[in-house]
């Protein structure tokens, strides 16, 4: 990685860190499995088998939302039409009204502060070259504001005063990422940041409450430091906040009332991440926690007299309020999954009443919901689940850990165990590895999870060294070393899983998407006596030519991680499984899209080429109206269709009837 080093004519002062000021809360670690014998299949007469990629599917996506100024509607981005537009239903709860048509996918809706605008982003066909839109809640009226059909604009910030959009924008073929602004009254753009270096990108512009100030996150490609910076708007002059020694990961939050503070996360206090305040004068930081799980910032209420946060222990996620005065925390009861904030801008209504908040759980699909200060009780506003869908026919995941084959790391899982299954050692299992790498399998909502258990598949979901949410040495422990040792952890979740007396060793099946696609092919390439069968989705297969032809921010990313293609050749051969093809064994099925910028379809092509050369079972299909995953609800429903009967095909349940191939 190269290193930027600035010549300084003054003293160069670093990020000062006060003594904690800690909250009473301790967070616990979660029980989990570690012996593979205590897994179990619940015995459910009640459970019927009509969890039908067709109806899980049609289940609603619900993804960011955000107020409206008076608190009484919400607008939030659904599937509900096949395509992601936008949505606004009443906070009570409600029918929702679409707001915009399009057969282009939309995100980011954020509520103007007067009431008149929603800005929002989309893009084309899942290119991710994203322009601005504003589109009015009264009329319907949609405005391109950018219309720059090779520069991605994203993530819309409104200023207080609504004049003003931020935004971040990199053009299609850059690797750094700048943030421009919007001028809603004079029609023109500024620049508040540029000649950002090609390894770093700024993200997240938090505006101050006068308008006066933006911070924002400056990340170098690794993704393994960066710094929160202060620009002035009038004069876009930056100024570093968190200067500091090694290698930190500093996120802004948000901005107190008064404009004195900021909330922040970093991993600097304890390598893990942890929520503080950075005082903008002295660069004091405070920590308000210091767990060893992942802690991240949220916002102020708006008195400015406590603040939010959410806690990823393990998998489960919930949100936390913290007065300063008292130093007290208190856990929003909520429940179990996956809880975040509800939106962007802020969660809190206006008199900080109520507080907007997203749910998603093992057994249901996301919804909004609407959390009351005062009672402590929440309300549904939007229902994900379809007629006929029934959360008793789908399983809740055990949380599994065990150890890596090197014995260096404790690794977690989720197991899904289907209902009345037989410890005979007859059935298949399925190793589903998540992307990233820096992401994490959650106590989530899958709907090709749960169709795959409610058809017979025992699903182990492992998140491998590398993932987030473990902190800072867990996270770079895969660097240098992509698809080495979390490839063996992945190999240990199969091990694993054998251990629990329901699996039959000939049925294993390693499937994932993006970097998990990746990581399936690695699997069946490095270990291919191991598996049945391989589904990698959208994955990339050569490092060589994944670096010559990826989007420019993930090419960076990709050589801070790997090293020089030429320097470090031998590595980039030794992980690339399209040199390994003909180690192959298993039937494959890839799925790619058209448009994808972050493992173009070509990668998948090179792979389906030299199987079928070679005489190989392959099955292959691009989407060419999608990118990197499918967001159309049809294509969703062929692509996992394909997914489901090519595994019945190759890999039947043990109940099951189907005719193998």
Request: aromatic residues 10%; glycine residues 8%.
């Amino acid at each position: 990685m190269r290193v930027l080093i600035f010549v300084l004519s003054v003293m160069v002062v670093f990020v000062m860190v006060m003594p904690s000021l800690l909250s009473a809360q301790s967070l616990p670690a979660p029980q989990a499995v570690t012996d593979p014998k205590q897994i179990a299949s619940k015995p459910n007469a009640q459970v019927e088998k009509n969890l039908s990629i067709e109806k899980l599917y049609m289940t609603r996506l619900v993804g960011g939302a955000d107020w409206s100024p008076d608190g009484k509607r919400v607008v939030f981005m659904s599937n509900i039409s096949g395509r992601n537009n936008l949505w606004v239903v009443p906070t009570e709860g409600g029918w929702p009204t679409q707001l915009t048509v399009s057969d282009q996918r939309q995100a980011e809706p954020v509520w103007s502060p007067d009431g008149k605008w929603i800005a929002y982003q989309s893009d084309h066909d899942g290119d991710e070259q994203w322009d601005l839109f504003i589109v009015s809640p009264a009329t319907g009226q949609v405005v391109n504001l950018t219309n720059t059909r090779d520069i991605a604009e994203q993530r819309p910030t409104w200023s207080p005063d609504a004049r003003y959009l931020a935004y971040t924008v990199k053009p299609r073929t850059s690797s750094a990422v700048e943030i421009d602004i919007y001028d809603m009254v004079m029609r023109k753009v500024k620049h508040l940041t540029s000649d950002t270096p090609k390894d770093k990108r700024n993200s997240a512009p938090v505006w101050s409450r006068d308008g006066k100030w933006i911070a924002y996150t400056q990340s170098q490609a690794k993704g393994t430091d960066s710094n929160i910076f202060l620009a002035d708007v009038g004069t876009a002059k930056s100024s570093l906040l968190t200067e500091h020694e090694g290698e930190s990961l500093y996120t802004v939050d948000d901005f107190s009332p008064d404009g004195k503070k900021l909330l922040i996360t970093s991993n600097a206090a304890n390598g893990y991440e942890n929520v503080g305040l950075l005082e903008i004068a002295s660069k004091k930081i405070t920590w308000l926690t210091r767990e060893k799980w992942e802690i991240r910032g949220g916002q102020f209420f708006l008195d400015g007299k406590r603040v939010t946060w959410t806690a990823n222990v393990d998998g489960n996620t919930d949100i936390y309020v913290h007065d300063l005065a008292t130093g007290k925390t208190s856990a929003l009861s909520m429940p179990k999954g996956l809880n975040d904030l509800g939106s962007r801008a802020t969660a809190f209504t206006k008199d900080g009443s109520r507080f907007l908040y997203y749910h998603n759980g093992p057994t249901a699909p996301g919804d909004l919901w609407v959390y009351t200060m005062a009672t402590g009780k929440s309300h549904q506003v939007t229902y994900s689940l379809v007629a006929g869908m029934r959360s008793e026919d789908m399983v809740e995941p055990y949380l599994v850990h065990y150890p890596s084959k090197d014995g260096k790391w404790t690794i977690s899982a989720f197991v899904y165990m289907p209902y009345n299954l037989p410890r005979n050692g007859q059935h298949p299992a399925i190793v589903f590895v998540h992307g990233g790498p820096t992401s994490q399998t959650v106590n989530s909502f899958s709907r090709i999870v749960q169709h795959l258990a409610n058809e017979g598949y025992i699903v182990i979901a492992p998140n491998y060294r590398g993932s987030t949410g473990y902190g800072k040495e867990f996270q770079q422990a895969n660097l240098f070393d992509m698809g080495g040792g979390d490839l063996q952890d992945v190999l240990a979740a199969a091990d694993w899983i054998k251990q629990t007396g329901y699996v039959d060793p000939k049925k294993l099946i390693v499937m994932g998407g993006s970097y998990g696609g990746y990581m399936s092919m690695m699997a069946v390439t490095k270990a291919p006596e191991v598996w049945a069968a391989g589904v990698p989705i959208v994955p990339f297969v050569n490092y060589f030519t994944e670096v010559e032809n990826e989007d420019p921010v993930l090419r960076e990313f990709d050589l801070a991680t790997m090293g020089d293609p030429e320097k470090n050749k031998d590595l980039y051969h030794d992980r690339s499984p399209i040199f390994f093809v003909d180690q192959i064994k298993a039937p494959l099925i890839l799925l790619a899209g058209g448009n994808d910028p972050r493992c173009p379809k070509e990668e998948a092509e090179q792979v389906v080429d030299a199987i079928k050369k070679r005489g190989g079972v392959v099955d292959y299909k691009v989407y060419e109206n999608e990118g990197h995953g499918f967001s159309r609800v049809n294509n969703q429903i062929d692509a996992y269709k394909r997914v489901a009967d090519f595994l019945k095909a190759h890999v039947p349940p043990a109940d099951c009837s189907c005719e193998i191939k």
